[in-house]
């Protein structure tokens, strides 16, 4: 007995390194604080986007241990200055995640605090956090109040959880799944393709339908290919609409579209991923009409509400349909039975282990309210507006107006073909790095696109956007005179 308590206090004074005195917390605070300070006040300084070709070094774990001092300058020389920097207003590529710094606040307490926000039983504060934040956004989008609701971590667990609630209300297993059908855009973000095979629905007949000038699916096409299949003795049964494409913006009409999955008994989902919290701006709202009627929901708080990386959140109305899948039993769980099972985060997603994401939402709305992030979120789509106007002004062509904050462009040279030219200019802005844009192909055409979300992206971020642009184009067409001459 002596030996073994003796193995144990050596085990116990090296294991004490885990909890660091109030001093050392001290000490940490000081050079994380120092680091953040840095981080931010130096952010619109610095380049959004450095291309890296080889592999980075100094990394590696070792198992030995080293101060935080060196650990920081490791990430401040390694990490954040590589590649697309997301904090950065001038991540304008990819629609960004904005990392607020009261969610840093948020997330810190939740880590420290270490609350499981699975299981009600576990801890019923933070569950109930989770569940007023969710209750929020069933207010925002008119959705029903006993309407199901997960906090996830992102759209892509989002989709998953709301097409697997469809898929079982509608028992679409078997032989059944060939004979079913999926009516959604061309647009759709590919993580709806990539949730239809994880659930087992691969062999599903899909339908891409038509858009119009905007992008939008057109009405007529869905009533006609959704008349088609029922004739040819297919089972229509799901219906997917997009409120804010990723690569135009596009808002397809909800309402329309609402109405017909009802008249045909179809499960009707919207991913509103990137653009369902531009129901907040007044001029917006219009576009969202319908919105209410969707039988599931996906919103982003990560994208329009300028959260860090790592917080979807999905609204389904069918409990039943939610709970088939992600119910559970266990010998080890059953002190916890007699819980409203819709209290649990854990029954409504297949994940049992979680984040508390809730306080990264919770807290930020409590310390600012809603009225900041409104005013952010009007202000990206006049910034949307303005680049667009300033792109028409420099000789650019723009794709149509889009209903958000996404847009695209390409210069229509007549030196070389307009495919080759834009490329080449893509490859410039991304080797200047002041902004990062990305491209994508839209209706066979190479188009530069713009996604303007960051609560840091201001005019100013805009023009000198512009004015990278201008600059790139300049070397450009130098270079092209110099092989032409």
Same mark, same amino acid.
């Given at each position: 007995?002596?030996?073994?308590?003796?193995?144990?206090?050596?085990?116990?004074?090296?294991? @004490?390194?885990?909890?660091p005195?109030?001093q050392?917390?001290?000490?940490?605070?000081?050079?994380?604080?120092?680091?953040?300070?840095?981080?931010?006040?130096?952010?619109?300084?610095?380049?959004?986007?450095?291309?890296? *070709?080889?592999?980075?070094?100094?990394?590696?774990?070792t198992?030995?241990?080293?101060?935080?001092?060196h650990?920081?300058?490791?990430?401040?020389? *390694?990490?954040?200055?590589?590649?697309?920097?997301?904090?950065?207003g001038?991540h304008i590529?990819? $629609?960004?995640?904005?990392?607020?710094?009261?969610?840093?606040i948020?997330d810190?307490?939740?880590?420290?605090s270490? @609350?499981y926000?699975?299981?009600?039983?576990?801890?019923?504060?933070?569950v109930?956090?989770?569940?007023?934040?969710l209750?929020?956004?069933?207010?925002?989008?008119?959705?029903?109040?006993?309407?199901?609701? =997960?906090?996830?971590?992102?759209?892509?667990?989002a989709?998953l959880?709301?097409?697997t609630?469809?898929?079982?209300?509608?028992?679409?297993?078997?032989d059944?799944?060939n004979?079913?059908?999926?009516?959604?855009?061309?647009?759709?973000?590919?993580?709806?393709?990539?949730?239809?095979r994880?659930?087992?629905?691969?062999?599903?007949?899909l339908?891409y339908?038509?858009?119009?000038?905007?992008?939008?699916?057109?009405?007529?096409?869905l009533?006609?290919?959704?008349?088609?299949?029922?004739? =040819?003795?297919?089972?229509?049964?799901?219906?997917?609409?997009?409120?804010?494409?990723?690569?135009?913006g596009?808002?397809?009409?909800?309402? @329309?579209?609402?109405?017909i999955?009802?008249?045909n008994?179809?499960?009707?989902?919207?991913?509103?991923?990137?653009?369902?919290f531009?129901?907040?701006?007044?001029n917006?709202?219009?576009?969202?009409?319908?919105?209410?009627?969707?039988?599931?929901?996906? $919103?982003?708080?990560?994208?329009?509400?300028?959260?860090?990386?790592?917080?979807?959140?999905v609204?389904i109305?069918?409990?039943?349909?939610?709970?088939?899948s #992600?119910?559970y039993?266990?010998?080890?769980?059953?002190?916890?039975?007699?819980?409203?099972?819709?209290?649990?985060?854990?029954?409504?997603s297949?994940?049992?282990t979680? #984040?508390?994401?809730?306080?990264?939402?919770?807290?930020?709305?409590?310390?600012h309210g809603?009225k900041?992030?409104?005013?952010?979120?009007d202000?990206k789509?006049?910034l949307?507006?303005?680049?667009?106007k300033?792109?028409?002004?420099?000789?650019?062509? $723009?794709?149509?107006?889009?209903?958000?904050?996404?847009?695209?462009?390409?210069?229509?040279?007549?030196?070389?073909?307009?495919d080759?030219?834009?490329?080449k200019?893509?490859?410039? $802005?991304?080797?200047?790095?002041?902004?990062?844009?990305?491209?994508s192909?839209?209706?066979?055409?190479?188009?530069?696109?713009?996604?303007?979300?960051?609560?840091?992206?201001?005019?100013?971020?805009?023009?000198?956007?512009?004015?990278?642009?201008?600059?790139?184009?300049?070397k450009?067409?130098?270079?092209?005179?110099?092989?032409?001459?």
């Open positions: 007995m002596k030996e073994l308590l003796h193995q144990i206090q050596e085990l116990e004074n090296i294991s @004490e390194a885990l909890e005195s109030e050392q917390r001290k000490d940490y605070h000081k050079l994380i604080l120092q680091f953040s300070n840095e981080f931010i006040n130096t952010i619109h300084d610095r380049n959004s986007f450095l291309e890296v *070709k080889e592999p980075i070094k100094g990394l590696e774990i198992g030995q241990e080293n101060s935080l001092e650990i920081l300058n490791l990430y401040n020389t *390694k990490v954040t200055p590589n590649g697309i920097n997301p904090a950065s001038g590529g990819y $629609i960004p995640g904005g990392g607020i710094y009261a969610s840093a948020g810190y307490i939740a880590d420290v270490n @609350e926000a699975g299981v009600y039983f576990g801890s019923p504060g933070a109930t956090i989770e569940n007023e934040v209750d929020w956004l069933k207010d925002i989008f008119g959705f029903p109040k006993n309407a199901m609701g =997960n906090l996830t971590s992102g759209g892509s667990i989709n959880i709301a097409l609630s469809a898929r079982d209300k509608h028992k679409i297993k078997g059944k799944i004979k079913s059908v999926i009516y959604l855009s061309p647009q759709t973000h590919h993580c709806i393709d990539k949730a239809l994880i659930i087992g629905l691969e062999d599903i007949q339908r339908l038509e858009l119009d000038e905007f992008h939008r699916v057109k009405i007529n096409d009533t006609q290919k959704i008349k088609d299949d029922q004739q =040819n003795g297919l089972h229509p049964f799901l219906v997917i609409a997009s409120a804010g494409t990723t690569d135009t596009a808002v397809d009409p909800l309402q @329309e579209i609402g109405n999955a009802q008249e008994n179809m499960w009707f989902h919207v991913d509103g991923a990137y653009g369902g531009f129901i907040l701006c007044e917006k709202k219009h576009l969202f009409q319908g919105i209410e009627m969707a039988d599931s929901l996906v $919103i982003d708080p990560h994208k329009g509400l300028f959260l860090p990386y790592g917080t979807g959140a609204l109305k069918d409990k039943e349909a939610v709970l088939h #992600h119910h039993t266990a010998n080890y769980m059953q002190d916890t039975v007699g819980t409203d099972l819709s209290m649990s985060p854990a029954e409504v297949p994940e049992l979680k #984040h508390f994401r809730g306080l990264r939402l919770w807290l930020p709305l409590q310390l809603i900041p992030f409104i005013a952010c979120l202000e789509i006049l949307t507006d303005y680049f667009r300033k792109l028409v002004e420099m000789g650019f062509e $723009i794709g149509p107006t889009p209903d958000l904050s996404v847009s695209y462009f390409w210069y229509p040279s007549q030196k070389i073909a307009q080759t030219y834009n490329e200019l893509m490859k410039l $802005i991304h080797e200047d790095g002041r902004i990062f844009l990305s491209s192909t839209i209706d066979d055409r190479f188009v530069i696109r713009m996604a303007i979300l960051s609560f840091r992206t201001k005019k100013k971020t805009i023009d000198k956007a512009l004015q990278m642009i201008q600059d790139c184009k300049n450009l067409e130098k270079e092209l005179s110099l092989i032409h001459s």
